[in-house]
């Protein structure tokens, strides 16, 4: 029974073991990339969506960054999340983004974004994101690019979206797993 407890306590925690935080350095990058997530249904903003931007406005700002990349497509509902995000910033900070709108998922933003990257030649990469998802983007980050600064904008708690970090946590972790057991086989 004991040893029951314990393997559901591990399992349990498996997704909080497993992302560590990672380093908040904040400074200089070569550009900023600001991962996606879904506007309102009607095409508002999220508050998440607007948070992010604003941060990314500060960062861009304090730190002189010359460019920053908006990511997200149309994953949850017919609105660009990379567009409506630069939009925002644009009226914010009078610069115009670059924008990655093709990705449905976290994966996918920094799949795409560094193909941006590589064609600009961008080496020293900043990442922004909501503070509850640093540490899973940060993982997922080492596979595409070398030099990775994190940023993390604030963001407001709700249960819906821990639970979905969480379960997207586990996620990862099995796909890293099967990912790893076939390079194994071979």
């Given at each position: ?36 997530c879904p506007a309102y249904d009607d095409g508002k903003m999220s508050i998440t969506q607007k948070m992010r931007v604003e941060q990314a406005a ?86 595409f690019f070398d030099d990775i600064t994190m940023f993390h904008a604030p963001y407001r708690f709700t249960l819906k979206k821990m639970l979905r ?22």
């Amino acid at each position: 029974m004991i040893f029951l407890c314990l393997i559901l306590v591990i399992f349990l925690f498996l997704p909080v073991i497993c992302f560590p935080s990672c380093k908040h350095e904040e400074g200089y990058v070569d550009c900023l990339i600001v991962l996606g997530c879904p506007a309102y249904d009607d095409g508002k903003m999220s508050i998440t969506q607007k948070m992010r931007v604003e941060q990314a406005a500060k960062v861009v700002i304090r730190y002189k960054i010359p460019v920053c990349i908006f990511t997200g497509g149309k994953a949850h509902n017919h609105y660009s999340e990379a567009q409506i995000m630069g939009e925002y910033f644009t009226k914010l900070t009078h610069q115009k983004p670059l924008l990655e709108d093709q990705s449905t998922t976290t994966y996918e933003n920094m799949k795409y974004a560094r193909k941006i990257c590589q064609e600009h030649h961008f080496k020293k990469i900043g990442i922004l994101t909501s503070g509850y998802h640093v540490n899973r983007a940060y993982a997922m980050s080492r596979k595409f690019f070398d030099d990775i600064t994190m940023f993390h904008a604030p963001y407001r708690f709700t249960l819906k979206k821990m639970l979905r970090e969480y379960i997207s946590r586990y996620q990862y972790l099995y796909i890293e797993i099967k990912n790893y057991l076939k390079k194994k086989e071979k």
